[in-house]
């Protein structure tokens, strides 16, 4: 499957793995990760950024890709749409049917809540689904949720809001638990120790894992418990733009019918935007590892609706995705490959950096070797560096890759790349958006009353980078909070007359800032027809 | 020159690159996706595909986003299988051999065909998996099912009905629940965090200047 100028690389590769093996490369000081990520992050090259020209941002930057949506029309501000005509009307709206979506669901019905979920795909056709490596929680003997709020406030740049990331690490354990007793099976030991290991940037081994499907094991078991519930879940269906009330609270939401293209109304006392993240925009050209949907949607309406971001400026691309071959190109190679022991190789063979650097630092080592450095090895796309999975094996027995990763071993064998005997090639890949909306300790955005947010969709938990497996952590946490809170604000809520007035005042200050488009948002799928003519 | 083949949507025959998976291959058609897409890597089973080669007599199942195109290829997607999901209480049920017999008894109609194994896209022995729920093993059918992706490609070809995927959930709900051992070091952990062990540290660590911060980051000690 490799050309014949990958192969040579893969001799040199190979001449020195023992001598790899036997010396763990140096981790890199502040100051040279520092000087790094000025040079080589894509989140400091300012052509992938515009200003942000309306709204409670206004002045701030964002990705351009994302700035366009949000310089955009709302898809219905010359739809005459007859509001008093609900068709759904319930105490909880939950948009999106991820993990995040799915647990509020949970909780918002254990707690007696009339609840629905609307989601654009399936439920479960969510970047949940395709999370691999683990997730955090500071459950060992020798760790405690303080290291945890150190090793995530200091990957992310102390830049995490303390409240939000207080609540990450303390209730983490508790999340795990609950996951647990829903029947989640996690790779435990035969006296039920979690088996647990590092990620990049973590102090101790806290990562859980359910082999490398952990988000497909968490989000098939929450969906399960979803149905389990009788909680209504409306599919193929988006939430397009908030409903307000004449006392401008948050209302309920206008929906699209994705398949005949017909709006309905949802009335609700309090929404929960967990829409997920934004990879489908394709930030400065990068391919992604985030479902069909991922398309920044809630972040539109919501800030159309007059909700503030947080961080929207930092991306999360992670450092392994698929370079080659070119039918899984940019597809997430987890982490856990990693703390399993593979190491990052250049083209001469040398192990360029330590391999568990957090993925901001080793994503921008990958760029700079492939670019600065000329040791990347040519694929047909682009460039790509080893990672050295036979090393696994070596360190780990034979069958540790069948028994640990076996879905990476599944894609790679597709298409006759045997990582067990080869090394494989990768590239960073759009992975995450560390900012979004910005919420209360509680989950709720402050500006806009009974509106909540939960998952990817949230800025802040997490800083201006992201450690693994702290996200699958987040869409629990906060998740669970949000669909509790949720529930009980309910029921303290009196709904006056609906509108959609702040179309128009959005679109006010678009003409003001003298912005002119046809486009409409928010984009709900990516663009990918070709059409010839 | 791009290398082409022709390839077959619903009977329509289209040109495409021949490096293209169906989902892409349908894209560069024309076509946009509503249904029949998901993840688009391979982990959530949106794409559940049939096809079969001109010329050739064997009918077969795949996920649109991992299968490259090839010559004469006719393609149909499966945007939406009524597999039968049975609901439960997960707190009241037990991992016990009745739980199948009530919930889904159609396993016990298996005519032991395989067509469900040679239907599988992620190359799982969904037979053998069925075999172990029907005799309440429980723990083998969740490991065997592991990997399901849950596109529902072994139920459209099993005459007796089976809702394959939803037998894995289960048995796999009761073995996470139910059958592995527990974790003593996440039950203390927990009881901990509730009596407030960590909060006077947390606290502390949250009001530390930023500078302060930056050096016990730092320096902090990296578990081997």
Redesign the interface.
């Known amino acids: 499957m490799y050309t014949e100028e990958m192969q040579k690389s893969i001799k040199k590769v190979e001449e020195t793995r023992q001598q790899r093996m036997e010396n763990e490369p140096r981790r890199m000081s ?1 100051e040279e990760k520092e000087e790094l990520l000025k040079g080589f992050h894509p989140d400091y090259r300012e052509e992938g950024f515009v200003e942000i020209k309306v709204g409670p941002n206004k002045g701030q930057k964002i990705p351009v890709e994302l700035g366009k949506l949000l310089h955009s029309n709302s898809r219905i501000l010359n739809e005459k749409i007859d509001l008093n005509q609900v068709d759904y009307d319930v105490d909880v709206l939950v948009i999106g049917g991820g993990g995040a979506g799915s647990s509020a669901a949970i909780e918002a019905k254990e707690a007696g809540a009339n609840v629905m979920m609307v989601t654009k ?2 439920i ?3 970047n949940t ?2 999370a691999e490596g683990g997730i955090q ?6 760790d ?4 945890h ?3 995530a ?2 990957g992310g740049h ?1 830049a995490a809001r ?2 939000l990331l ?1 609540r990450l ?3 983490a ?2 999340a ?2 609950w996951l ?7 790779d ?1 030991d ?5 088996v647990t290991t ?1 990620g990049g940037g973590t ?3 806290r990562m859980h894992a359910c ?1 490398d ?1 952990s ?3 968490i989000m ?2 929450l969906r ?2 979803v ?2 519930l ?1 909680i209504p879940v409306v599919e ?1 269906t988006s939430a397009i733009e908030l409903l307000k009330d004449d006392k401008g609270q948050v209302a309920g939401a206008v929906l699209l019918n ?2 005949t293209g017909d709006f309905c109304i949802a009335r609700a006392k309090t929404v929960v935007i967990a829409t997920g993240g934004a990879g489908r925009l394709h930030y400065q050209d990068f391919p992604t ?1 985030n ?2 949907g991922a398309t920044a949607d809630g972040l539109v309406m919501g800030y159309r609706a007059g909700a503030p971001l947080l961080y929207q400026d930092t991306i999360q691309y992670h450092p392994t995705g698929a370079a080659y ?4 190109f940019g ?2 190679v987890t982490e856990k490959v990693r703390s399993l022991g593979a190491m990052l190789v250049n083209s001469e063979g040398e192990a360029f950096m330590h391999p568990l650097e957090t993925r901001d630092v080793s994503a921008a080592s990958i760029i700079r070797e492939c670019s600065a450095n000329g040791k990347g090895i040519d694929t047909p796309i682009g460039k790509g560096i080893w990672l050295d999975t036979p090393m696994i094996e070596m360190l780990g027995g034979e069958g540790t890759i069948e028994k640990r990763i ?2 990476m071993l ?2 790679f064998m ?1 298409y006759d790349i045997d990582m067990r005997k080869e090394p494989i090639l990768i590239y960073p890949t759009l992975h995450y958006q560390n900012g979004g909306l910005e919420i209360n300790g509680d989950g709720f955005v402050a500006a806009l009353d009974n509106l909540l947010v939960a998952g990817e969709a949230v800025g802040g938990i997490h800083g201006r980078n992201r450690l693994m497996g702290n996200s699958l952590l987040d869409i629990i946490v906060f998740g669970r909070n949000a669909g509790k809170a949720a529930a009980k604000k309910a029921g303290e809520v009196t709904l006056g007359n609906l509108n959609l007035d702040h179309l128009q005042a959005y679109e006010e200050e678009l003409k003001e800032a003298q912005v002119q488009t046809d486009d409409v948002s928010p984009l709900l ?1 990516p ?6 003519r | 020159m791009q290398e082409m083949v022709n390839v077959y949507f619903y009977g329509k025959k289209y040109s495409v690159p021949a490096d293209l998976t169906i989902m892409t291959a349908m894209e560069y058609s024309g076509y946009t996706l509503n249904r029949g897409c998901g993840c688009r890597h391979g982990f959530c089973g949106a794409c559940a595909t049939i096809y079969r080669v001109k010329g050739k007599n064997e009918l077969k199942t795949c996920l649109a986003c991992q299968t490259q195109v090839e010559e004469g290829m006719y393609v149909a997607s499966i945007p939406f299988f009524p597999t039968d999901k049975r609901t439960y209480d997960i707190e009241k049920i037990k991992p016990t051999e009745q739980i199948m017999m009530e919930l889904y008894p159609e396993i016990y109609s298996c005519i032991g065909c395989n067509a469900c194994t040679k239907a599988c896209t992620q190359d799982l022995d969904v037979m053998q998996y069925i075999a172990y729920a029907q005799r309440g093993e429980f723990e083998k059918c969740a490991e065997a099912s592991f990997d399901c992706v849950g596109c529902g490609c072994c139920s459209t070809r099993c005459p007796a009905g089976i809702s394959h995927p939803m037998v894995g959930v289960l048995a796999r709900r009761l073995t996470g629940k139910y059958i592995a051992p527990e974790s003593e070091h996440l039950k203390k952990r927990v009881e901990e965090v509730i009596h407030g062990e960590f909060d006077s540290l947390i606290e502390q660590i949250m009001e530390k200047p930023i500078t302060e911060m930056k050096e016990l980051y730092n320096s902090r000690e990296i578990e081997k």
């Open positions: 502040a795909l399936r479960g056709d969510a689904m395709m929680a500071a459950d060992k003997e020798n405690s949720p303080v290291q709020y150190l090793d406030f200091g102390f303390p409240e207080k690490v303390m209730e354990p508790d795990i638990e647990n007793e829903l029947g989640v099976m996690f435990k035969s006296e039920g120790n979690m590092h102090s101790r081994k082999k499907y988000g497909a094991e098939r078991t399960d418990e149905l389990n009788g193929f994705m398949e590892s479902h069909y071959p070119a039918q899984i597809a997430l076996p879905a599944r894609m597709n799928l663009r990918y027809a070709r059409h010839e």
